[in-house]
């Protein structure tokens, strides 16, 4: 296959960005979309150019690091699936492909396809966890989780951290992250007593950060490799509401 | 160089609690004087850095992703496995070290691979405390799968992303430590040298892979929770960015590197498609629990899967190990997978391949049951290789997965180097000349959680490290050094790309120091990586500056460092002359075509010391004693 690519080149945080074209040719369908652009690199260095600096790591979906717009959609085309399980088989011989970097207020460009993303671990440290120091657990099995409660948590904990949900939203909202987290706590017996803190705080961060509010688009779980569905921002907006209505959780100073 | 493993003395069931209780303390309020250092955020690095962060002392952490829940362990798919004994099927402490002993082919140390099964049930306990989801089962209770090398059902998951909750428990603990300022977290930092001060350990030297910034970061004990080497085999299921960088620094440093030979093959792996690949993707071990694997019969049938009849199948690890069937440990299934195909009756582009078939347990459980098993890794197999597994069989081939071999540490996970603590797969010590399944997360979480928290005590509190300061001498002189090697990478101004170099240093450590070994060949891999090792130093193309974000600079430095450690894993294979785990020489097996050990010759660890610039690495030896299970030819029959 041979494609046109057009990609955003940024050379720094500060620097101005343009669009460039490429070519890129002897591309095999069983390629992976980053192998593809490996190839790209290795001829961008042999021609003495800077190859294109990308974020990726596992290349197995898991890891959440790989982060590209890919003709406007984060991740690409296929539903369910990171940029690097995405197979040059999606495309045609002849396409002309678009790579941007995610685009929202608080992910600032380091590089290229390169992005800032701490902001969402600073939303896991401001109450992402269960507070359980290393040796006091309890047996194992003293906690009873019902099945499909724990079936249901997995399916929120399956979130890889790689921001697609918010370089998919118009308003950049984090909503859908911030909210996979809280649904995977607030679903276990163990995630119970920091329930009301931990909805309150994350939110509050979450602004913090600049991320936008959700306003029901919807592009969030269209976008998510995970598929992990919109409802888990309803439960988040729930226990938001309801640890609100009750007494005030004793907040940090 | 002395090896001192200060095992502690007594029972085995004792040596743990015994030593727990001699060990020195450091007071609470003492703790928050010291700081440490942890190099990695996987399993090992991320528990180690929340745990001791827990206990009050300072930490200082470090990875080079962007953010810390990204370490490799996050992509173990299978499970974790912890002596629980709740299928009631007579699991207990005993069996799990007795199989991992046995699993391991008698090369491990006896004391830790108790210590270990010891604390695998505690292991669970905390990441249930955690909120880790755990697969559970109607009555709510947490449900158990089997593994390879085991006829016991003790591995814990969460459907085929175990390894990725695991993980973000550890991480989220981190967060935690991380929002309360007991840890100082760095991320897109790569740790390039290690710096040491009169004998100890101190320091750690680390490019700031945004601004390129050299930095030194100074404490009172350095822990490297990096990971294995995988990556030298250019192919293999590690991450890309996995590396051996900083464990090789250690060892130029002077911490002794163990058994590097010891290298897993992972048998059921998606097999390559060709020149471009970049990495290998594994389907969990955990899919041999109701897949079977086969190969024709006959040479060269090109037929179809589905078409061929069940008479002119060959279900060759039944068949040969009727006790453990599909679930014979990794080594010997990679082994057999390699030997069908060597036969030529391998299935798939170019014959390397061998079938993996559910035919018969999704007629025996229906489809919605092993969808629900193993969905997802079904999932990724099809997007990989467009075909839908639950109506051909997985096609799959061994791939370059764990390396058990890493550097040599005490019973406290102490190196030779005073102060520099290794643990998960960076160091050597629990799995011997081949892991099993499920073992990688236990191990990594057994060092971070319960045993690095109190060996850093006993050391901090009987080395009592002086304060040192960023003038030192010693911290100069690390700095200067990477810088200098930073510059010359880019100075080369070659031809050929790092990635160029380092597919060929893969090819050549898959021919010649892979599933099968030979003298011969060893010596063949020995002559020609210090010819291609020249010429990348006078040939590579590293393009960018030193002063930003430069992946290429960042790869360079890896490829050296794999260029060095590759001809110390050809070394160790060649003088290890007999076949364990792992590591197959193909002049020492059975009748049979199994694995042949020389217990008189080589019960022991090799640790190699780095003898210098130019000089051969120098040969110690920590003999190991089976006091408790004792060594006998593996059976999986």
Same mark, same amino acid.
């Given at each position: 296959?041979?494609?046109?690519?057009?990609?955003?080149?940024?050379?720094?945080?500060?620097?101005?960005?343009?669009?460039?074209?490429?070519?890129?040719?002897?591309?095999?369908?069983?390629?992976?979309?980053?192998?593809?652009?490996?190839?790209?690199?290795?001829?961008?260095?042999?021609?003495?150019?800077?190859?294109?600096?990308?974020?990726?790591?596992?290349?197995?979906?898991?890891?959440?690091?790989?982060?590209?717009?890919?003709?406007?959609?984060?991740?690409?085309?296929?539903?369910?699936?990171?940029?690097?399980?995405?197979?040059?088989?999606?495309?045609?011989?002849?396409?002309?492909?678009?790579?941007?970097?995610?685009?929202?207020?608080?992910?600032?460009?380091?590089?290229?396809?390169?992005?800032?993303?701490?902001?969402?671990?600073?939303?896991?440290?401001?109450?992402?966890?269960?507070?359980?120091?290393?040796?006091?657990?309890?047996?194992?099995?003293?906690?009873?989780?019902?099945?499909?409660?724990?079936?249901?948590?997995?399916?929120?904990?399956?979130?890889?951290?790689?921001?697609?949900?918010?370089?998919?939203?118009?308003?950049?909202?984090?909503?859908?992250?911030?909210?996979?987290?809280?649904?995977?706590?607030?679903?276990?017996?163990?995630?119970?007593?920091?329930?009301?803190?931990?909805?309150?705080?994350?939110?509050?961060?979450?602004?913090?950060?600049?991320?936008?509010?959700?306003?029901?688009?919807?592009?969030?779980?269209?976008?998510?490799?995970?598929?992990?569905?919109?409802?888990?921002?309803?439960?988040?907006?729930?226990?938001?509401?309801?640890?609100?209505?009750?007494?005030?959780?004793?907040?940090?100073? | 160089?002395?090896?001192?493993?200060?095992?502690?003395?007594?029972?085995?069931?004792?040596?743990?609690?015994?030593?727990?209780?001699?060990?020195?303390?450091?007071?609470?309020?003492?703790?928050?004087?010291?700081?440490?250092?942890?190099?990695?955020?996987?399993?090992?690095?991320?528990?180690?850095?929340?745990?001791?962060?827990?206990?009050? @002392?300072? %930490?200082?952490?470090?990875?080079?992703?962007?953010?810390?829940?990204?370490?490799?362990?996050?992509?173990?798919?299978?499970?974790?496995?912890?002596?629980?004994?709740?299928?009631?099927?007579?699991?207990?402490?005993?069996?799990?070290?007795?199989?991992?002993?046995?699993?391991?082919?008698?090369?491990?140390?006896?004391?830790?691979?108790?210590?270990?099964?010891?604390?695998? %049930?505690?292991?669970?306990?905390?990441?249930?405390?955690?909120?880790?989801?755990?697969?559970?089962? @109607?009555?709510?209770?947490?449900?158990?799968?089997?593994?390879?090398?085991?006829?016991?059902?003790?591995?814990?998951?969460?459907?085929?992303?175990?390894?990725?909750?695991?993980?973000?428990?550890?991480?989220?603990?981190?967060?935690?430590?991380?929002?309360?300022?007991?840890?100082?977290?760095?991320?897109?930092?790569?740790?390039?040298?290690?710096?040491?001060?009169?004998?100890?350990?101190?320091?750690?030297?680390?490019?700031?892979? %945004?601004?390129?910034?050299?930095?030194?970061?100074?404490?009172?004990?350095?822990?490297?929770?990096?990971?294995?080497?995988?990556?030298?085999?250019?192919?293999?299921?590690?991450?890309?960015?996995?590396?051996?960088?900083?464990?090789?620094?250690?060892?130029?440093?002077?911490?002794?590197?163990?058994?590097?030979? @010891?290298?897993?093959?992972?048998?059921?792996?998606?097999?390559?498609?060709?020149?471009?690949?970049?990495?290998?993707?594994?389907?969990?071990?955990?899919?041999?629990?109701?897949?079977?694997?086969?190969?024709?019969?006959?040479?060269?049938?090109?037929?179809?899967?589905?078409?061929?009849?069940?008479?002119?199948?060959?279900?060759?690890?039944?068949?040969?190990?009727?006790?453990?069937?599909?679930?014979?440990?990794?080594?010997?299934?990679?082994?057999?997978?390699?030997?069908?195909?060597?036969?030529?009756?391998?299935?798939?582009?170019?014959?390397?391949?061998?079938?993996?078939?559910?035919?018969?347990?999704?007629?025996?459980?229906?489809?919605?049951?092993?969808?629900?098993?193993?969905?997802?890794?079904?999932?990724?197999?099809?997007?990989?290789?467009?075909?839908?597994?639950?109506?051909?069989?997985?096609?799959? @081939?061994?791939?370059?997965?764990?390396?058990?071999?890493?550097?040599?540490?005490?019973?406290?996970?102490?190196?030779?180097?005073?102060?520099?603590?290794?643990?998960?797969?960076?160091?050597?010590?629990?799995?011997?000349?081949?892991?099993?399944?499920?073992?990688?997360?236990?191990?990594?979480?057994?060092?971070?959680?319960?045993?690095?928290?109190?060996?850093?005590?006993?050391?901090?509190?009987?080395?009592?490290?002086?304060?040192?300061?960023?003038?030192?001498?010693?911290?100069?002189?690390?700095?200067?050094?990477?810088?200098?090697?930073?510059?010359?990478?880019?100075?080369?101004?070659?031809?050929?790309?790092?990635?160029?170099?380092?597919?060929?240093?893969?090819?050549?450590?898959?021919?010649?120091?892979?599933?099968?070994?030979?003298?011969?060949?060893?010596?063949?891999?020995?002559?020609?990586?210090?010819?291609?090792?020249?010429?990348?130093?006078?040939? %590579?193309?590293?393009?960018?500056?030193?002063?930003?974000?430069?992946?290429?600079?960042?790869?360079?430095?890896?490829?050296?460092?794999?260029?060095?450690?590759?001809?110390?894993?050809?070394?160790?294979?060649?003088?290890?002359?007999?076949?364990?785990?792992?590591?197959?020489?193909?002049?020492?097996?059975?009748?049979?075509?199994?694995?042949?050990?020389?217990?008189?010759?080589?019960?022991?660890?090799?640790?190699?010391?780095?003898?210098?610039?130019?000089?051969?690495?120098?040969?110690?030896?920590?003999?190991?004693?089976?006091?408790?299970?004792?060594?006998?030819?593996?059976?999986?029959?």
């Amino acid at each position: 296959m041979q494609l046109t690519l057009q990609v955003w080149r940024q050379p720094g945080p500060r620097a101005e960005g343009k669009f460039e074209t490429y070519t890129a040719t002897d591309i095999s369908p069983d390629m992976s979309f980053l192998e593809m652009l490996d190839v790209v690199n290795e001829g961008l260095i042999e021609a003495g150019s800077q190859p294109i600096a990308f974020d990726h790591d596992c290349r197995e979906g898991i890891c959440g690091s790989c982060s590209m717009m890919i003709n406007g959609v984060a991740h690409g085309p296929v539903k369910g699936t990171a940029a690097c399980q995405l197979h040059m088989r999606s495309f045609r011989d002849g396409d002309t492909i678009v790579i941007e970097p995610w685009r929202s207020r608080a992910f600032p460009v380091i590089k290229d396809l390169v992005v800032d993303r701490s902001a969402f671990d600073r939303i896991i440290a401001a109450g992402g966890y269960i507070t359980a120091p290393t040796g006091s657990a309890p047996d194992g099995n003293a906690i009873l989780v019902p099945k499909q409660n724990a079936d249901r948590a997995m399916d929120a904990a399956q979130c890889i951290g790689c921001g697609a949900c918010v370089a998919a939203c118009p308003n950049g909202s984090a909503s859908l992250f911030t909210a996979s987290k809280i649904s995977h706590l607030a679903l276990l017996p163990q995630g119970q007593p920091e329930r009301d803190s931990r909805v309150q705080a994350m939110v509050r961060q979450m602004d913090i950060e600049g991320f936008g509010s959700c306003t029901w688009y919807g592009e969030c779980q269209e976008a998510c490799p995970k598929e992990i569905s919109i409802d888990r921002i309803a439960q988040m907006n729930h226990d938001f509401l309801v640890s609100s209505m009750r007494a005030r959780p004793r907040s940090a100073p | 160089m002395e090896l001192q493993s200060k095992i502690p003395a007594g029972p085995i069931e004792q040596k743990w609690d015994n030593h727990r209780f001699e060990m020195k303390l450091v007071n609470p309020a003492n703790k928050r004087k010291h700081e440490i250092i942890v190099v990695g955020t996987g399993l090992a690095g991320g528990s180690a850095a929340a745990s001791m962060s827990e206990l009050g @002392y300072r %930490v200082k952490s470090f990875c080079f992703q962007d953010s810390p829940r990204r370490a490799h362990s996050i992509a173990a798919q299978g499970g974790i496995n912890a002596a629980k004994n709740y299928q009631n099927d007579g699991d207990s402490v005993y069996r799990l070290f007795y199989d991992t002993v046995k699993g391991g082919d008698y090369r491990s140390r006896e004391a830790n691979v108790y210590r270990l099964a010891q604390i695998s %049930v505690n292991i669970i306990d905390q990441c249930v405390a955690q909120g880790v989801p755990f697969a559970r089962d @109607y009555g709510g209770l947490l449900d158990n799968r089997s593994f390879g090398g085991a006829q016991v059902s003790r591995t814990f998951y969460a459907r085929g992303q175990t390894g990725q909750q695991l993980l973000l428990g550890a991480y989220q603990a981190m967060e935690k430590e991380i929002a309360r300022g007991g840890i100082t977290m760095h991320p897109r930092h790569e740790m390039l040298d290690l710096i040491v001060i009169d004998g100890q350990a101190r320091g750690i030297v680390t490019r700031n892979m %945004v601004t390129g910034a050299i930095e030194s970061h100074l404490a009172d004990a350095v822990v490297l929770g990096t990971g294995g080497y995988g990556n030298v085999f250019y192919l293999s299921t590690n991450a890309k960015g996995s590396n051996c960088t900083a464990i090789w620094r250690a060892y130029k440093r002077g911490a002794a590197f163990a058994n590097p030979c @010891y290298t897993q093959i992972h048998p059921t792996c998606i097999p390559v498609s060709g020149h471009h690949q970049s990495k290998l993707t594994l389907m969990s071990e955990s899919l041999r629990n109701d897949g079977r694997v086969w190969v024709p019969r006959k040479k060269g049938d090109d037929r179809p899967p589905n078409q061929i009849p069940e008479d002119e199948r060959d279900y060759y690890l039944e068949r040969k190990y009727p006790s453990f069937g599909n679930l014979v440990p990794r080594d010997v299934a990679s082994r057999n997978a390699k030997e069908v195909c060597d036969e030529g009756r391998g299935v798939g582009p170019g014959g390397r391949g061998v079938y993996l078939d559910f035919r018969d347990a999704i007629q025996r459980l229906g489809e919605q049951v092993i969808r629900e098993r193993y969905g997802n890794l079904f999932e990724m197999y099809q997007r990989i290789t467009d075909e839908d597994p639950y109506k051909v069989p997985m096609r799959i @081939y061994p791939a370059v997965h764990y390396t058990m071999g890493g550097l040599w540490v005490d019973y406290n996970l102490m190196s030779t180097i005073p102060g520099l603590h290794v643990i998960g797969e960076a160091n050597f010590s629990d799995h011997g000349a081949n892991r099993l399944g499920a073992s990688a997360l236990m191990q990594g979480l057994a060092d971070g959680y319960f045993v690095l928290p109190y060996t850093i005590g006993d050391y901090i509190a009987n080395a009592k490290p002086k304060p040192v300061s960023d003038d030192h001498p010693a911290v100069r002189e690390a700095m200067s050094a990477v810088a200098e090697r930073t510059s010359r990478l880019l100075a080369v101004n070659g031809t050929r790309t790092v990635d160029s170099f380092h597919r060929e240093l893969g090819q050549l450590m898959w021919d010649y120091c892979g599933m099968a070994r030979t003298a011969e060949g060893l010596q063949k891999a020995l002559e020609r990586i210090p010819i291609l090792r020249e010429e990348f130093w006078r040939d %590579v193309n590293v393009p960018g500056s030193d002063v930003e974000l430069n992946q290429a600079l960042e790869k360079a430095g890896r490829v050296a460092d794999f260029m060095e450690l590759a001809e110390l894993i050809c070394l160790d294979a060649l003088h290890r002359n007999e076949s364990c785990g792992g590591h197959f020489r193909e002049e020492y097996q059975t009748p049979e075509g199994e694995a042949l050990r020389d217990d008189a010759h080589f019960a022991y660890v090799a640790a190699w010391e780095y003898g210098g610039a130019g000089k051969p690495p120098i040969l110690h030896k920590e003999p190991l004693d089976f006091e408790y299970v004792h060594l006998a030819q593996r059976s999986y029959k």
